[in-house]
């Protein structure tokens, strides 16, 4: 049965990931907001990408409010990836260009806040998409983002379409794919090489260009 819509991952498919230190960096910022002027090295890792669990411990321990501290840390990533967009470190891989040729609808589902997205967007010559979704910047944004299904839910829903597959280059995409129960196409980039999946994704591909050779 061919592919009614096709949805994709940013970082690490559509664009180039965030060097991780850009990161770090901002949520140094966000802990200096907050009036934390020394943070763990340990802590400042844990907001990378932390459970809601892990950031109340966090903030717990510098007597803060949880969601004081996520919406600097959400802010100040934002921010610095704005920054990486128009200085063009962050920029759209060369094969993007294929999805303008895929001739079925086409959406972005990412665990980027969606004002990154949108920032995306803007900066980067993509392809126009019918809709996209990334994590609000709050604590049920946290626990929304993939491996949960639910932002892709949402865009598969908004499409309308019944037999979409998930484009993605990490383990929670195919997790989140699976728990729709819809195909994945997993891109393996430089920076996945040596990477292991738990669970096989339906295709394995190199470049986004593969994407016209199946099934439409």
């Known amino acids: 049965m061919a592919y009614d819509a096709f949805v994709f991952d940013n970082d690490g498919v559509l664009t180039r990931p965030t060097d991780r230190t850009v990161l770090t960096d901002a949520i140094h910022r966000a802990f200096e907001d907050v009036g934390v002027a020394e943070p763990t090295t340990e802590d400042v890792e844990t907001l990378l990408g932390p459970t809601v669990d892990s950031l109340w411990t966090v903030a717990s321990a510098y007597d803060l409010e949880p969601a004081t ?19 063009g470190r962050k920029r759209p891989y060369d094969d993007v260009d294929v999805i303008e040729t895929l001739e079925a609808p086409t959406a972005i589902v990412s665990n980027n806040q969606h004002e990154t997205i949108g920032n995306v967007l803007e900066h980067c010559s993509l392809a126009s998409f019918d809709t996209w979704y990334g994590r609000e910047p709050t604590l049920a944004g946290i626990e929304r983002k993939k491996p949960e299904p639910y932002y892709l839910e949402r865009a598969i829903e908004e499409l309308g379409v019944e037999n979409p597959i998930y484009v993605g280059d990490s383990r929670v995409d195919v997790a989140a794919a699976d728990a729709v129960g819809i195909d994945t196409a997993f891109v393996r980039r430089d920076h996945r090489q040596g990477y292991e999946l738990p669970t096989a994704p339906t295709y394995e591909i190199e470049s986004l260009a593969e994407l016209s050779d199946l099934p439409r």
């Open 69 to 87: 501290l996520w919406e600097a840390r959400e802010r100040a990533a934002i921010e610095a990836q704005r920054e990486e967009l128009a200085s």
